[in-house]
């Protein structure tokens, strides 16, 4: 049972452009949603992560907006750059322990 | 160091060959989880430490996976009798809280060939 879905599995967006990644999640008693960048040959890096109790939350040009009613949050890349080419992860989370996404792999053309 | 650490970065095991890899988690952490990756999908929990205090094994895929943290700060994941479906990047994490999701911080992994 796949308890978290992200979409799409891939993305091509021009460099200045805004990327989003989509997630969906089953179990409600989920309190904790990471999202995790990697880079080939690297472990996931933390990017940012948001709690039910908001509806947004934005450190620089990464955004996680969060709808708790339909169990759904989303990662928005403003001013995509290169640099951020890579697979990115959605998780949640409820007693620790971290159940991923299937990741989707970011393109950014210059 | 800075981050986590996580030996060897490669390993290589022929068929039935027992393995055992180790992590460093990042000085005063407390949480220690181990993953698994296979090719081109998501982290998949393995088990969980407090201390040294394994509190939640449900991920691990048979009882040939063993895990142990027995001061509370390097752990070793062991897998004996290798097989080819063992093949995987491990990944461990570690996390600065015990009681609660908190973020965790992964090391660059162990990648597991198993030939």
């Known amino acids: 049972q796949q308890q978290v879905k992200q979409s799409p599995q891939s993305l091509i967006v021009q460099k200045g452009g805004i990327s989003i990644i989509n997630c969906a999640y089953e179990n409600t008693a989920f309190d904790y949603f990471p999202w995790y960048q990697q880079f080939p040959g690297k472990g996931p890096a933390l990017l940012i992560a948001i709690r039910p109790d908001v509806s947004e939350k934005k450190e620089g040009r990464f955004t996680i907006s969060f709808n708790k009613s339909a169990k759904q949050f989303s990662l928005h890349i403003m001013d995509s750059q290169p640099g951020d080419s890579a697979t990115y992860f959605c998780a949640a989370s409820k007693t620790q322990k971290l159940v991923f996404g299937q990741g989707t792999r970011l393109t950014i053309n210059p | 160091g800075a981050g986590v650490s996580q030996s060897p970065r490669y390993k290589v095991a022929k068929r039935g060959q027992d393995v055992a890899l180790r992590c460093d988690p990042i000085s005063g952490h407390v949480s220690l989880f181990w993953y698994q990756q296979a090719l081109g999908q998501g982290p998949e929990f393995l088990t969980y430490?407090?201390?040294?205090?394994?509190?939640?094994k449900s991920g691990l895929p048979s009882d040939r996976f063993f895990a142990e943290r027995p001061e509370g700060s390097v752990s070793t994941l062991k897998i004996q009798r290798t097989q080819q479906e063992d093949s995987a990047v491990y990944l461990c994490a570690s996390s600065i809280l015990g009681a609660i999701s908190y973020e965790q911080y992964f090391g660059p992994g162990t990648r597991l060939t198993v030939t």
């Open positions: 430490f407090q201390n040294e205090a394994q509190l939640d």
